[in-house]
């Protein structure tokens, strides 16, 4: 299963969702952060799910990716989901000793449902179609205001790049070391869940080594470059914004627009 997840990982490519702006996708994720738990009934839902697709479409790259980087969320989602299908508020259409199923509960499951999978796969739409450098670019650009109150921005976006940058790194480091335990006779597949955490705890130790080995490489690495920080510090690619990010920037401002009417118009169903 970990050898299969490939969020964070970056998918070079020339599709619309590639050649935009870091700094116009990462406003615009921000953006749809907001108005996606602003949705109240099933036709704004609707909107945005819709949306999420056409900008997945639009990425180019393989759904099989995008289902992939689900896998790490799909036990969260199901314990969220029967937390609120069984314990909403509202007159029980079926009840069982401490569970009751209303029709509430039913929308609220839903709709907890439909939002956490979007906000996956847009997150995993932004790390494939944006690479560590143009995302730390993107964020110190976006961050430079908080330079007059002297907050390390550029330190911050490089910490927050290289953090995104080595998740596929250590989940594959992850799969290496339990592949390793398995040929020792670890038994990592039987057993209840109780018994299944407890085989992993081998596994952390090993896991820790090796993160904190190559963290102090990379320190070691930008030292031998003379790396100072962000003061005087050049860029090979400087990004700009360009016709195609005011037209992105249009249109999630049509679909914030078409949200809010919904929720105006149309009765909340949560």
Known sequence: MVRDVSFGQYFPGKSII???DPRAKIIMFTAYLVIIFCTFNYISLAIT???TVFYIGA????????????????????????????????????QWWVFKLT????????????????LI?????????????ELTDALERLMKPLNVIHFPVHEI???MSLALRFVPTLLEETDKIMQAQKARGADMDSGNLITKVKALIPILVPLFVSAFR?????ATAMECRCYRGGDGRTRMKSIHMVKRDVIAFLTLALIICGVILCNIFIPAVI
């Open 214 to 218: 190559r963290a102090y490489d990379i």
């Open 157 to 159: 976006a490089m910490m």
């Open 18 to 20: 590639h050649r935009l």
């Open 59 to 94: 990425s180019g790259i393989s759904p099989k990716f995008y289902f992939k980087s689900l896998k790490v969320i799909i036990f969260i989602v199901m314990i969220t989901s029967l937390l609120n299908l069984f314990y909403g508020p509202g007159e029980p259409i079926w």
């Open 121 to 133: 796969l847009a997150s995993s739409c932004l790390t494939f179609t944006t690479s560590p450098t």
């Open 103 to 118: 029709v509430n509960g039913i929308n609220r499951a839903l709709f907890v449902t439909v939002r956490i999978v979007c």
């Open 49 to 51: 799910t819709l949306f």
